[in-house]
Each structure stands twice: as structure tokens, then as C-alpha cells.
């Protein structure tokens, strides 16, 4: 019986031991939903490839006051992508500041509300960001300026849980560089 305790205590030990070893972390795709779409993955912050700035270059800034006025958000509707003509307005007004700024660099931060999964809102951000940089680039404004992020629901910028925070989180913003 002593033998018998002991062969099932190393018995337990050895699964406890070499079962957790060969468990790996669920890999969630980042481009869920845009299959078929015609937009290409966006990055996450800290991620290689991502166009952030290198070592020892300048990172993204929020604008100046004085440039405050080309670099407004622009907000969304409910499970849209689609820009509004407010949106469009504002992007003509950054649109016509870059073509004047030609070493400016934009980075457009894609966001959303809390409802959804959060690979949903991921897709739908990116959506969101993507839609305004080819809005951008109709303009005339060189795509190659124009680096694009999702950040899904993970940065409200209302936390509250009602349909005017919701509308305040269903944007894009922009930085620069």
C-alpha cells in the first residue's frame, strides 16, 4: 500500500510538473473579421513593424494648440466605418494642412465603444482608422504618411457606460510627428 501512495504521488507530481509546460497561450488574430476586406493588419504598440518612432527619433505627439484646429477627432456611428460628412470635413481641413506640412507624419489611433468583443472592436477600429487614411490619400496626401492603429475599446475616452459616452469613444484621433 506505501508503495502504491507513493508510485501516485510521483504520479501527480510528473502532471503537474509537464502538463502546464505544454499549454500555450491562445493566439487571437488581429485582422478577425477584415479577411477578404482588403486591409492589411495593424500593429499594436511595441510590436515589430509597427511605424513608431526608431531609437533616438521623435516620438507621436498630441498637436500643438496652434495645430489643434486640423487634428480633430472624428466620430462614427454605431457599428460603422463609414465616414460622416463632419468627418470628412475635418479630414479635409488636416488633409490640406499636410499637403503644406509635407515632413509631418500622422498617426490615426482607430477606436470604438465597449460593446462587441474585443477582436470585433479591434477589426472595427482598424476599419475606422483605415477609412480615414483613404480619405486622406484621395486628397492627395501620400499614403506613406499615414501610419494607422487600432485600439479597439481598450482606450475609452469617456469610461462611462451610456449612449453619450459610447458616441464620445467611437472615434478616431490623430497624432503626429
Avoid at 163 to 177: I, T, V
Wanted: hydrophobic share 30%; charged share 30%; net charge negative.
Amino acid at each position: 500500500m506505501k508503495r502504491y501512495a507513493q508510485l501516485l504521488c510521483t504520479l501527480i507530481l510528473v502532471c503537474v510538473l509537464i502538463i502546464p509546460a505544454g499549454c500555450s497561450k491562445k493566439k487571437v488574430k488581429k485582422d478577425a473579421g477584415l479577411e477578404g476586406a482588403g486591409i492589411e493588419e495593424t500593429k499594436r504598440p511595441g510590436e515589430e513593424g509597427l511605424e513608431e518612432a526608431q531609437p533616438g527619433g521623435p516620438e507621436w505627439q498630441e498637436p500643438t494648440p496652434e495645430m489643434a484646429q486640423y487634428f480633430k477627432d472624428i466620430y462614427f456611428q454605431y457599428d460603422q466605418f463609414n465616414l460622416t460628412p463632419e468627418g470628412k470635413e475635418t479630414l479635409n481641413k488636416l488633409g490640406e494642412w499636410m499637403m503644406k506640412n509635407a515632413s509631418t507624419q500622422v498617426l490615426i489611433e482607430g477606436h470604438t465603444d465597449e460593446r462587441g468583443t474585443a477582436e470585433y472592436n479591434l477589426a472595427l477600429g482598424e476599419r475606422r482608422a483605415h477609412s480615414a487614411k483613404k480619405y486622406l490619400a484621395q486628397l492627395g496626401v501620400n499614403a506613406e504618411r499615414i501610419s494607422t492603429i487600432s485600439y479597439g475599446e481598450e482606450r475609452p475616452l469617456d469610461p462611462g457606460h451610456t449612449e453619450a459616452a459610447w458616441s464620445k469613444n467611437r472615434r478616431c484621433h490623430f497624432l503626429y510627428r
